[in-house]
């Protein structure tokens, strides 16, 4: 694993300062949208069912407060939903009480071994453009780690023109968005490949952000 500039200690200390400061206000947190992506809505609604079974086993990564994890509950799949913030997850259990054993507070880059290899399908949400670019292939290497031999890949996260973006291009906290070639470079170098062209589309937030969606699978 390449040394980062961005330290992953220092990236899981920053995320909880953010939900701590918080003080419970979801509103003073600027990713928390209290809603699912809509563009994990759509893929759920035209793609999942033809892949993904009902129960299968599923992951949310980088997990915030829940509320795509929430969704995956509610299509009926087997859910554990992770964050590297302890007070996320302590919200997340908060807000949905019934579900609180799906929960989990864990770091991407040592997750418990019964995580390996064991999910049917691995949904990664903005997590990968929060860390520094030298980051980004370790991160999507880490998550593949997740996935059965026969499991998908979900990733959604910003995207970019054709120069990647480097650590000095961004404030200091991210987001670094990352180009069509780098994600799938890093795809690739964590033993992926496309089951499909990626996505890209400019989401509803004001002002709009592009982002991308890809589907991988095991090369």
Known sequence: MAVSTFPVQTSVEYFESIYQDAKGDASRISWADQRPNPALVNWLNAVAPS????GARVVCVGCGLGDDARELMCRGYDVTAFDCSATAIAWAKKIDPINARCYSQADLFQPPPRWRHRFDLVVEINT????SPDMHQPALAAIAGLMSPHGYLLVICRGCGDEP???SSADESGPWPLTQGELLEAAAAAGLQPVEPLSIFTDDEDPPVQRMRGLFKRA
């Not at 990968?128 to 860390?131: D, V």
């Open 128 to 131: 990968i453009h929060a860390i």
């Open 51 to 54: 892949l993904i079974r009902s």
């Open 165 to 167: 973006m480097s650590n």
